[in-house]
Every structure is written in C-alpha cells, then in structure tokens.
Nanobody
Framework: QVQLRESGGGLVQAGGSLRLSCAAS????????KAWFRQAPGKEREFVAA????????EYGDSVKDRFTISRDDAKNTVYLQMNSLKPEDTAVYYC??????????????WGQGTKVTVSS
C-alpha cells in the first residue's frame, strides 16, 4: 500500500492556473502508474490524467487535453497536475491515485483524500 496526500487546491478565476501536488509515502511510488481523477457534486468520478510507472506514457481525458499536464518527480515521490486555462466546469474535488495503468477508476487501489478546486466565472 502507498499513502497519498494531495495539496494545491483552492479558488481561482476562470482562465487562471493551479498546480496540484500528490506526495506519496509507504511502498515505492515508482512501481505504480499514477493518475488524477476528479469528482464534481452529483457526478461520477472522472478520469483526468495518468502517467505510467516509468513516466514514458501519459494519457488525458478529452475535457482537459491541451490544458492540463501530469508530471512526476521520483526523487520527491510526488506527482503533479499543472492546470492551465481553467474553466468553471473544472470545479471538483481532485483525487490522486496509484495503481495499474489505465483510465478506469477500478484500476487504481490507492487513493488520496482529495483536494478541492473551485473555478469562478
């Protein structure tokens, strides 16, 4: 098991940027694929971005492509989500996850508590 803790959420105006961080502890983070998901009130958890365990592959949800970037720093056991050109519809709780490579929620069995992002219009 790996423990995950997100940070960096907050309130931002539309068009602005935020960078989320996810710090890991426990088992070596490098052995997992890492991902970000988000969940807005009343909606299902949605895939945002993923990075493979070796970092050679990334995947993005259609709604965030060309605006969000996932990256990792293995030395710091941390994965990041750079979010640019934010829109009100990006408002959600963002979750960091570690597990097997893919876009489905069920592939990830390690989850953080989430960090809230609110984008005002």
């Amino acid at each position: 098991q790996v423990q995950l803790r997100e940070s960096g959420g907050g309130l931002v105006q539309a068009g602005g940027s935020l960078r989320l961080s996810c710090a890991a502890s426990g088992r070596p983070f490098t052995t997992y694929a890492k991902a970000w998901f988000r969940q807005a009130p009343g909606k299902e958890r949605e895939f945002v971005a993923a990075i493979s365990w070796g970092g050679s592959a990334t995947e993005y949800g259609d709604s965030v492509k060309d605006r969000f970037t996932i990256s990792r720093d293995d030395a710091k056991n941390t994965v990041y989500l750079q979010m640019n050109s934010l829109k009100p519809e990006d408002t959600a709780v963002y979750y960091c996850a570690a597990g097997n490579w893919g876009t489905a929620v069920q592939l990830y069995d390690n989850w953080g508590q989430g960090t809230k992002v609110t984008v005002s219009s």
